[in-house]
């Protein structure tokens, strides 16, 4: 399984696009690439996920840099409850979190 | 909608108690995680199960113990409560696979060790 690095927090406007970073240059060729998020007193919820190709779904985009060493989590238009702590993990197995990315939404 | 159940969602117990915090899905998942989460921490994977007779202890260290006699069932013991135990204990459930499934979350259980 990967090592993902994620900066501590962010900041964005509400109704703006949120791009979320993540490393992992540790990623070997059949880890896939998954992001979870983490809403104030609740447990994790599923985002999306990838392994080569850019993806897309009704919460969110996952792009996949080329060398698979990065990529980044697009919320396409940010709301008030999108503030939460988004996870982005490397995974074949087991899913390990790391300490992800604190999302700030400013109305 | 996640069909992956806790109980109980909290509780409060005296040192020394025996407890155990239950976990069912009715995904039918292979695959499930037991997390511990203190408040505004990172969740830390303590046990998880590839499926029946399968339990294997995670990356954080616990004193808790697991088993899974059925598919659908994986609860947690703490033979001897302690504060050191107060936390959030969070189920997850996931199809078997090289990493491409998605997992599901329970609500979790807040314990308090008093």
């Known amino acids: 399984d990967a090592k993902t690095t994620q900066p501590n927090s962010m900041e964005s406007n509400e109704e703006e696009p949120v791009h979320l970073p993540c490393n992992h240059s540790?990623?070997?060729?059949?880890?896939?690439i998954h992001w979870y998020r983490q809403l104030p007193s609740q447990g994790p919820e599923y985002v999306i996920h990838g392994l080569t190709s850019n993806v897309n779904n009704r919460m969110a985009s996952l792009a996949i840099a080329e060398d698979r060493k990065s990529s980044t989590l697009i919320l396409h238009r940010a709301t008030l409850r999108d503030a939460a702590v988004y996870y982005c993990i490397g995974n074949r197995d087991k899913i390990i979190f790391g300490k992800g990315t604190r999302l700030h939404i400013l109305p | 909608e996640a069909d992956i159940y806790q109980t109980p969602r909290y509780l409060v117990i005296g040192t020394g108690k025996k407890i155990t915090l239950e976990c069912s899905q009715t995904m039918g998942h292979d695959k499930m995680y037991w997390y511990q989460q203190d408040p505004g921490m990172e969740l830390h994977l303590i046990h998880y199960s590839y499926g029946v007779n399968s339990t294997e202890k995670g990356d954080l260290s616990s004193e808790s113990t697991v088993s899974r006699i059925r598919t659908e069932h994986f609860p947690l013991t703490l033979e001897s409560a302690r504060p050191s135990h107060t936390s959030q204990y969070l189920c997850a459930s996931s199809e078997s696979g090289q990493g491409g499934t998605e997992a599901f979350f329970g609500q979790g259980t807040r314990l308090t060790v008093v």
């Open positions: 540790t990623i070997s060729g059949t880890d896939y």
